[in-house]
């Protein structure tokens, strides 16, 4: 018996270590289908993410998310309006077609399209000259050193495919004519799908032609969609699925737990972070008539010194967050480690309030949304408590992120008191931040779009016009240091923390998370 | 009998209006469905452009006259969401909701046809009051939490069967998909079907249990009896029979039931079928599949009802003597 366990354990150790060449099959999971299979036609990270793996920008994020040259193999910038890309040669589309700079300056065409979402990743280009097969000019309007920091998931598709197969614009939402793009790829990526069915799963192979040399194992991909939370830990747990995410974080405990899978944990990129109306005469749903308690800067550094973000850290988020000082994640931002939160001290609160005219507080209202962030809900909940300590006694209007993004939106009123925000920077870069969230709101201009507070400040008005044309990176961290720093001492917002990504999977899969949730499988290795 | 048909599906036709009608309404508290649809960092001047394009800027009373013109010819448009035809998704997914809903309701009605009768004829013995008891289970516990139990009882702890999906398909001409032809499939639709019926389980097994006690008093079963007739001839041919006529009511509009309501059981098990698709375009606004859902399935309620209908006429011979009246 004893002979025969032995037998068998050795058997399945020779499985396990890989001593048979055999097909490598990974199938993973995620919460939604990929949107479309159109790269140019939805703004969601995780259909970019996904598509990724099947076409490729001109630039490459590597699992850092450092640059790394994609299908171009060098860029620089000739003149402050001018950037000059050098095309990979001897790259081919799945279908067999060369890469060349027309499929550039089509792909340039195709995106700059109102029904193409991803339209921002192109604007402010005023024209797209090529110089040669393999080299491509595009000239700005204005000096734009960040041009390229959302090209790697601007995906290039090609041309010949496009027009053969009538794809040469995305789905038109207006005509209701669907794009042949939305169901087929042509990709040039690590990957090409063989077999999809919508909402049901996605079959991938690698593609033989890639120019990359492919750092992964795999010989075959399905992707399938889970939505329930319960149902998508089970079949991980059940061994049916490699590697599912993500995973909710009073789960991560139970899969650990599971022989055979473990949950990788690593910090997101989204702030979280509060933030007040501050441009009102009158505070909305308060008992404070005829002023607004805000717009005291005494008020506001209460409220940070009344949230205890280590208790959210541990209690909510069971220990899944990091508690953040600024505005975007330290992975963004050089200089982050200068700036410090202002600590949990609720007798220095009291003290602020009864500074500012508030011994006893104020009676005022919180929104949140109760679908979008992780533990949104909680999060807003512990908040309401911890400042009700303090005097400022809050209700919860915790409601579904459609609902809740339209009443806090301008064009739905700006419908609050102060209420709970998340944001990621689309291009990872720091003037997204201050020129959205922190910068005069100025609808027209298309600044200070997201800054519900309505903080304003001159000079940091000037150093985002500053920062969005300065190509010398010191002097531009320089500059945003200095927004960052004013903000800061404003307290324009409280930022409260990144949340952190839950991917689970089985032991034996070796794969790199990156910071932005996107999953690229080149990076996977089935031991 | 072909008048009342007619006069039936001229029916469905008012209520699907009211039905639409009454979403397009509720529709209005939803949300705004441009959000889900762009980036967060989009400019208000492309959310109003394209807020204009999809007609969302129009009185709802027109918004409301264009859809119904244009579903009366089967045009339900883009959906927002997916930037496909909201007819072509909900075709595509019409097969596993259908099987499974067929799927689990002949599970629920082979099984409690005979423990309905079961429990009828021998209420007092312990394995009927045992049925029974275990039988609240079936309807007071919720969908979800039966289905996610049943997942990590039979897919985690004992692996028997899967925890999601449907399996592999096979496409029959027509392009109606099924999995009921692969073992992948037939293992998939066990726990999902079970999940979907037990409540229709309980209810039909508890109807045909009353009905049968309800009979089984009458006079012509006790007559039945007198005549010296078997047991079993007594039970099934006179008292079944007769409790037949309420329990195809429920029975057929409960079907109606399990396709509207399989979406709980849809997505506890990833099940790919169209309440799925309905309750993710709820959380993102894509009022082109809201709307369309809706119709069709008050059309399938409308066309249940009919067939209700005309199998009473089968079933009870006393509504074939139209406008005698007599009979009582």
Redesign the interface.
Known sequence: MRKAFTALAVAAAVVASGGFAEAKTFKWGFQTDTTSLDPHAHNVTFTLGFLGNIYEGLVRRDADLKFEPGLATKWENLEPTRWRFHLRKGVKFHNGNDFNADDVLFSYERTNNEDANLRGRVVGITEVVKIDDYTVDFITEKPNPIIYYEWDTWFIMDKEWSEANGATTPTNMSKGVESYAAHHENGTGAFTITERQTDVKTVLVPFDGWWDKPQHNLTEVIMTPISQDATRVAALLSGEIDMVFPVPVQDIDRVNKNGGTSVLVGPELRTIFLFFDMFRDELLYSNVKGKNPFKDLKVRQAMYHAIDIEAIKKKIMRGLSDPSAIMISPKLFDRSEGFQRLPYDRDKAKALLAEAGYPDGFETRMDCPNDRYVNDEQICQAIVSMLAKVGIKSTLVAQPKAKYFAAIAPKGGSDYAFGLLGWTPGSFDSWNVIWNLLSTPTPDKGRGLYNYSGYSNARVDELAELIGVETDKAKRDALIEEAFQITTNDVATIPLHQQALAWGKRDNVELRQRADNQFRFYYVNVK | MVAFILRRLAQSILVMLVVSLVAFFMFQ?????V????????????RE??RE??GLNDPLIIRFGKFVVNAAQLEF??S??????VTD?LL??LPATIELSVVSAIIAFALALPAGVYTGLYRNRWSSKAMLTLSLVGISVPTFLIG?LF??LF??VL?WL?????GDVVTLPGGWTTGLLTVSGLKAIVLPALTLGLFTLTLIMRLIRAEMLEVLRTDYIKFARARGLTNRAVNFGHALKNTMVPVITVTGLLLGNLIAFAIITE????W?GMG??FL?SI???DLPVMSAYLVMISFLFVVLNLIVDILYYVVDPRLRVEGHGGGH
């Open positions: 508290f939803l949300g705004d469905p959000n889900q649809m762009v980036g967060i960092d989009t400019p208000e001047a492309e452009a394209l394009r999809l448009g883009l927002y969401q997916h930037k496909s035809p998704l595509e997914r996610i997942i990590y897919a985690v692996g899967p925890s999601y999906g449907r997505s506890v098990f990833q790919p799925r698709l993710q959380q993102e606004v």
